[in-house]
């Protein structure tokens, strides 16, 4: 029997987040200040945990884990170990380590598709350079996977979600709609001719953070997911009550998303997104707008502020990458005023 990952649970992959302002009242008053060895904390909604452990060396510490956003077992346990190590890089780090987090109905679900899931995980690990050292599981009543993973960096590469600067230029390396398309893959209503492109983007690994890392002209870096891009580009610019403008025609895109829009493929995290944070979100009254900027993202592509003197560095090591063709320039932080304004 063909076993349908996603029909066993109600959300899928980072579109189970809860919403920012819920999150927001579960943190009030829960947040571990930054102090002399702890420079990051959770009052700082970074990508991760960031411990100065001596000699110029910062440990990072980070989990996630979702429900399946896919069919393939394999491939959920792939995403999801994509997704989670992808927070070590988006602050500059090395991922050295990492842990499982499996959540599992067993009475619903064999262990032969547990192990599946575990097996897809390994196998991006490796790709990583790390192994899943161990982790914890229990009886659950839907299927939930993830890693906590630790990292390291060094001090001086430490690269923030909150530290752009006016005049920076805002770098996306993934193309928005994962969320629409795997909403549509759950639906059973995804296009043949998009079969897979989600799949494809969520597995690319966002290990060039750890180069843009030794760039001092990129100011902040983070990884787009459940908050889309809307959200993560709010975190970054909340802290110091910046402002962004974004050009909606540079924005790199699946393809199909505007007939999924009009069909009403939409993730219920769009909604969420929108409710806790969209009066802070200027030219987005178009629901085909709203529907991409506010998409929750799964194992998402990197942002990046970053200096206008040093956009021509940044295309060159993407170049030298391999990569020139996911370095899509959306924008600038614009002035002040904690808003984005979508142009």
């Known amino acids: 029997m063909t076993v349908r990952l996603t029909q066993y649970s109600h959300g899928a992959g980072c579109g189970c987040k809860i919403s920012p302002s819920v999150l927001g009242d579960i943190l009030k008053n829960n947040m571990a200040e930054p102090s002399a060895n702890l420079i990051v904390g959770n009052s700082d909604r970074d990508d991760a945990a960031a411990y100065l452990i001596g000699e110029g060396q910062v440990l990072l510490s980070t989990t996630d884990f979702f429900m399946p956003i896919v069919d393939d077992p394999t491939d ?18 090395r991922p050295i380590m990492a842990l499982a987090i499996l959540g599992w109905p067993i009475d619903k679900l064999s262990a032969e598709v547990a192990n599946s899931v575990i097996v897809g995980a390994r196998e991006v690990a490796a790709a990583c350079g790390i192994t899943i050292a161990g982790g914890h599981s229990i009886d659950a009543p839907e299927p939930i996977f993830g890693l906590s993973v630790n990292g390291l960096v060094e001090a ?21 709609g994962i969320g629409m398309h795997t909403t549509a893959m759950k639906r059973g209503v995804l ?3 998009h079969q897979g492109l989600a799949v494809q983007q969520m597995l690319t690994l966002n290990t060039i953070g750890r180069r843009l890392a030794e760039l001092p002209q990129v100011h902040a870096l983070t990884d787009v997911t459940g908050f889309g891009l809307a959200g993560h580009l709010l ?16 924005l790199p895109l699946l393809p199909g998303l ?3 829009v009009a069909a009403g493929v939409i993730p219920g995290g769009t909604t969420r ?7 802070n979100v200027k030219g987005i009254e178009d629901a085909f707008r709203r529907a991409v900027v506010c998409d929750p993202q799964t194992s998402g592509g990197l942002l990046i502020a970053v200096a206008p003197n040093a956009l021509g560095a940044v295309k060159a090591l993407f170049q030298d990458a391999g990569l020139a063709e996911r370095c899509h320039a959306i924008g600038k932080i614009s002035g002040v005023g904690g808003t984005i304004k979508v142009i």
């Open 156 to 176: 001086k590469n430490l690269k923030r979600n909150s530290t752009p600067e006016p005049g920076d230029i805002l770098i996306l390396t993934k193309p928005l």
């Open 235 to 250: 975190e970054m610019l909340t802290p110091r009550k910046l402002a962004a403008e974004i050009d909606f025609s540079a």
């Open 76 to 93: 959920f346990g792939r995403i999801a170990a994509a997704n989670a190590i992808s927070d070590i890089y988006a602050m500059g780090g």
């Open 258 to 260: 505007a007939g999924y």
């Open 191 to 193: 296009n043949a001719e």
């Open 273 to 279: 997104n929108f409710e806790s944070f969209g009066e």
